[in-house]
Each structure stands twice: as structure tokens, then as C-alpha cells.
């Protein structure tokens, strides 16, 4: 099992889960329940992903025949950009609960700094980048004017009436997390970025830990689960597998594979993962990097050093190209 961060409001959550995103809904079930088994004790889902009904599944499972409780688990999920309007932020916790089955969620991420025209569930769900029908022919998103701190101020009336744990931010930049920082009752205990040796972002990583902020780190492999989306910039980015510097790492430490270097250099700098594998072996390995072996020093900033601030999960390349999250 994954050793645990003390977050600040004092919960207990494991550096290293499993990611949901792409988990095929016809086996997703399964594989929660199989993970489970295998030791894995958090789960990062989110509306987006599709499969919150067969995560809850697989949890719920687990729990009735006795493997873990309710409390053993950290179930995360994520607010989908539609539904920031505070009218639709509890709507839609309630619709991610009901799916899972589960009565409350460890930690609840806002999950892009965008928000979107809200759209009613029957219409489509989860909405992805659907903002109406007439929007969808001309291959238009149209915005909702609704500043963070509105869907922030909602998030924390959750955390009141005991719906969630723990609010988070994802795909926040440094200036966005002050100001909320100026604003909010309470403080977001983590944030989830993309973080590969590719992408360090070293100063927001430094900001966050002055805040006592845990930094969770997404698509730690790089360009490998984009390659699946076809993103051309994935196609087109060597793997970090095969990178001379993950592989000398690996190299030094025998039993050690790349996947792990590249999940130990962020564990090991206190940042929490969550890779997503489908194959029993990957997921034992992604789990087991802490007790197999530690990098030096060295190794770290030789690894720190790939940083060229590549990044694969970029809302300017969505429809529109008028979100600038991350200019
Ligand atoms: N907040 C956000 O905006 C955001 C964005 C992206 C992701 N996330 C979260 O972060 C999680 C992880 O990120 P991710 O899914 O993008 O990417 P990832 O975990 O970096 O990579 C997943 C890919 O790597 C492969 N893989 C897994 N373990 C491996 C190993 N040991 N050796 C070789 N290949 C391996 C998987 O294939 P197999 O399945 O075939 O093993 C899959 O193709 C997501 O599932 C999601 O929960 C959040």
C-alpha cells in the first residue's frame, strides 16, 4: 500500500492512486475491485471521465465483502466546467455521489479554471465540450460569466453540509491560487497539474508547498496517454521510456523500470501520483516505487533537468482556441 500525506485540514491521503481517465466503462469495475486488492486506496475520478458509475461499483464491492471500508478509501472526483454556476455546483456532486453510490467524497476538485454554459443532464452527460446543440454544429463553446470564487464559495457549503472532505484545484495557475487564497474560507488542500519531467513547473510546485498545498501530479508518463488522443504533439515528442536520462536512473537501481523512475522523481519530491494502467503488472509496479528504491540527489535534478516546459493538456488546443489557462 501507498504511504500517506497529511493534508491541511488534516485528512490522510495516499501519494500514490489510480487515475480513472480512459478506464473503458465495460471494465471498470473490475478493475477498481482488482486494484483494490492489489493495495491501491485512492481513486482519482471525475465527472469528465464518464465511468463515475462503474468506479462507485467497484468501490461499493470491495466494501461489502469486507476488503476495505468506506473509510480506508479516498474517492476523488472533479467539477465539470458546466456546472460552476453555484445554482449547479451541488447538482452536480450529487449526480457524481449518486453515480458512485457513496454518501461523500475525500476530496472535490474544481476541474479546469473554465466555465462553461451549464447544460441540464438529460441533455448530455457528462456535457464534455457540449454547450448546446446549436453550439456543437458550428463547433462553438459558449462561456458562463461566473468568477472562481462564486463556484469556490459553493465548494465550501459542501464541505459544510459533510458532501465532501476537501476541496481541490486543478490546472490552477500560481496568480489564480492567490487570489482564491485572498478569498476562500477554506484553503484548497491540493492541487493537480500536469507534471512529467517534460513539465516541471518548479515555481508553482515551490508555491504550493510554502501553502501547504499537496501538488498531485497527472499524466506523470508525459506524452504517453495523450498518444492514445492522437494529439500530434504526443506522436511527435520522444518517449520519456526511452529517455537516456530516465534509463541511466533506472539503470543505477536494478529491479527499477522508467515508469517508476518517472513516478519516484515526483513521489520522492513529495508530489502524489495517480497513474492509470489497465494491465495488473503496471499497476503493481506504478504502486510498489516507494519501497523498491530511492534516487540521490543527483539523479533528481539530472531528471528535473529534461524540463522543457512541454505541455500536453492545453485548453487553448480545444475548440475556439479562447481559453488561455495557461499563457
Ligand atoms: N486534472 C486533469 O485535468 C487531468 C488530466 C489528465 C489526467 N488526469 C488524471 O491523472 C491520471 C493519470 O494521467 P493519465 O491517465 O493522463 O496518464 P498516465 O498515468 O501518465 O499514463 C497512462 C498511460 O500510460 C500507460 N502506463 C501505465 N503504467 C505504465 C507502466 N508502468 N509502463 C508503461 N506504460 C504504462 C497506460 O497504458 P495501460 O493502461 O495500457 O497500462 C496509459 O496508456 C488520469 O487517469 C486522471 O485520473 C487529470
Redo the contacts with the bound molecule.
Keep these: 500500500m501507498s504511504s500517506l500525506v497529511t493534508l491541511n485540514n488534516g485528512l490522510k491521503m495516499p501519494l500514490v492512486g489510480l ?4 478506464i473503458d466503462k465495460k471494465v471498470c469495475a473490475n478493475q477498481i475491485y482488482e486494484a483494490i486488492k492489489l493495495g491501491y486506496r485512492l481513486f ?3 465527472c469528465d ?1 464518464g465511468n463515475e458509475k462503474e468506479v462507485g461499483e467497484g468501490i461499493r464491492k470491495a466494501i461489502s465483502e469486507g476488503l476495505v471500508t468506506r473509510k480506508d478509501i479516498f474517492v476523488v472526483s ?1 467539477l465539470w466546467n458546466n456546472f460552476h454556476h453555484p445554482d449547479h455546483v451541488e447538482l452536480a456532486l450529487k449526480k457524481t455521489l449518486n453515480d458512485m453510490g457513496l454518501d461523500y467524497l475525500d476530496l472535490y ?1 474544481i ?2 479554471p473554465i466555465a462553461f454554459k451549464y447544460v441540464p443532464f438529460e441533455e448530455k452527460y457528462p456535457p464534455g465540450f457540449y454547450t448546446g446543440a446549436d453550439d456543437e454544429k458550428k463547433g462553438h463553446i459558449t462561456e458562463a460569466h461566473v468568477p472562481i470564487i462564486d463556484t469556490y464559495r459553493a465548494l465550501e457549503k459542501c464541505v459544510d453540509e459533510g458532501l465532501i472532505k476537501s476541496i481541490g484545484v ?2 490552477f495557475q500560481g496568480s489564480l491560487i492567490q487570489d482564491l487564497l485572498r478569498g476562500c474560507r477554506i484553503k484548497p488542500v491540493a492541487l ?1 497539474i ?1 507534471h512529467h519531467p517534460y513539465l516541471t513547473q518548479e515555481h508553482l510546485v515551490e508555491f504550493c508547498k510554502l501553502h501547504d498545498i499537496q501538488v498531485v501530479a ?5 506524452p ?2 495523450f498518444i ?1 488522443m492522437d494529439l500530434q504533439l504526443a506522436r511527435t515528442t520522444p518517449t520519456l ?1 526511452e529517455n537516456d536520462v530516465i534509463k541511466k536512473v533506472s539503470q543505477n537501481h536494478p529491479g527499477s ?1 522508467t ?2 523512475v518517472l513516478l519516484r522523481w515526483a513521489t520522492q519530491r513529495g508530489i502524489a501520483v ?6 495488473k503488472e ?1 499497476l503493481l ?2 504502486l510498489e516505487i516507494e519501497k523498491k528504491f530511492t534516487l540521490t540527489e543527483q539523479e533528481l535534478k539530472d531528471i528535473s533537468a529534461l524540463n522543457a516546459n512541454i505541455r500536453f ?1 492545453d485548453p487553448w488546443t480545444w475548440l475556439d482556441g479562447k481559453f488561455p489557462t495557461f499563457a
Design positions: 487515475g480513472c481517465w480512459k482519482d475520478g471525475a471521465y472533479k476538485y476541474h479546469f486543478s490546472n493537480q500536469e497527472y499524466s506523470s508518463f508525459g504517453q496517454s492514445e521510456f523500470t515508469s517508476q495517480i497513474p492509470k494502467s489497465s494491465k503496471r509496479g506504478n493538456n
